[in-house]
């Protein structure tokens, strides 16, 4: 550990000796980043600092003015050696430990995985179909096509050569839709604010739903019968948005 003030003076070169001992101190003080306890007494713009009392690598701000904590000096890594290709992402896998995220294909997007604590790459966007049988009794029914704990819900749905059909939205905190209310009033639709999924048949009967839950790797949906329904499977069309 050395430091220095960097300026040799008048009787730091009163004999050969004294100005090579005043040289080298300055010199070793740069070669060590004027490790240190304590910061350098006469600090410059730009200058390094290994801070052995904080454990990390400073470097003096452009007005000279304060110190700007670069990382630690225990797991300093060159982000040049780290991140190997054009588009990798540095971060933290832990607490002062960088790491390196290979760049993602092309299209994709930059995610949280579901723990929370690490980035990756994915489409984020999937689309599926299922079907809904419209005598099935109320219950819930899970959907893993995702693959993935999406944040956004649209649904498009239709019944079986019947008119009703709707299209609807869902989070977290809401399940909404406008329908088909043709079978009560010719050409025309409602709203619901309670319903992803609204299927109205004549006498009204239908099949309706409400998101239930947002799950690791789809979503659940609550499912209610109202009356008879006619035979049939209606087809749903899902986006699901992470």
Known sequence: MS????????????????????????LQALATLSSGATEPETPYAYQWWA???????????????????????????AL????????????????????????????????????GILPEWAIGVYVGSFTRDMTAPSGNYSNTGPGFKPRYLLFFAAGPNMPGMSIGAANVSMSGCIYDL?????????ASTSRCIYLRTSGGTSQDAYLASLDANGFTLTWTKTGAPPAGNAIIIVIAIR
């Open 3 to 26: 430091q220095h003030d960097f300026e040799i003076t008048n009787a730091d070169a009163n004999t050969g000796l004294s100005m090579r001992a005043a040289i080298n101190a300055a």
């Open 51 to 77: 801070d052995t009392t904080s454990g990390y690598l400073k470097i003096r701000n452009a007005t000279n003015t304060a110190w700007i904590s670069i990382g630690p000096l225990s797991n300093l890594i």
């Open 80 to 115: 040049s050696g780290l991140l190997a290709a054009q588009g990798d992402i540095p971060y933290a896998i832990a607490a002062n430990l960088p790491a390196a995220l290979a760049k993602g294909a092309a299209d994709t997007r930059l995610f949280m995985n579901a723990a």
């Open 182 to 190: 043709h079978v009560d009033i010719a050409d025309s639709w409602a």
